[in-house]
Nanobody, 126 residues
Framework: VQLQAFGGGLVQSGGSLRLSCAASGDTVSTYTMAWFRQAPGKERELVAAIRGRGSSTYYTDTVKGRFTISRDNAKNSVHLQMNSLKTEDSAVYYC????????????????????WGQGTEVTVSS
């Protein structure tokens, strides 16, 4: 599967952005889809994930209640709706895919995902 992420940009603190990840070569419902982010000088971290077949989701604690991951099977895409953005959300965001789901999704790292899109940069200004 090939992934292409877009939708990043500059937004003020408290604002919203919607990231999208368009897939080709296979269907997103086949995979667990996820969004990672990487800020300068920091490791890439898992932000949110959604199960391929089913509705299970995972969010890292710092975005719970503010971010929503969703999948659009008709458009073969995955989205990340980001509300109440904070300056600490500034990072390059990447979409990724892997086979299978786990109840221990909180343990996933970038090494657990085989497919990656290019990043899209999100900058939140104060």
């Amino acid at each position: 599967v090939q992934l292409q992420a877009f939708g990043g940009g500059l937004v003020q603190s408290g604002g919203s952005l919607r990231l999208s990840c368009a897939a080709s070569g296979d269907t997103v419902s086949t995979y667990t889809m996820a969004w990672f982010r990487q800020a300068p000088g920091k490791e890439r971290e898992l932000v949110a994930a959604i199960r391929g077949r089913g509705s299970s989701t995972y969010y890292t604690d710092t975005v719970k209640g503010r971010f929503t991951i969703s999948r659009d099977n008709a458009k073969n895409s995955v989205h990340l709706q980001m509300n109440s953005l904070k300056t600490e959300d500034s990072a390059v965001y990447y979409c990724a895919a892997r086979w299978g789901w786990s109840v221990a999704a909180y343990q996933w790292s970038s090494e657990d995902f085989a497919y990656w899109g290019q990043g899209t940069e999100v900058t939140v200004s104060s």
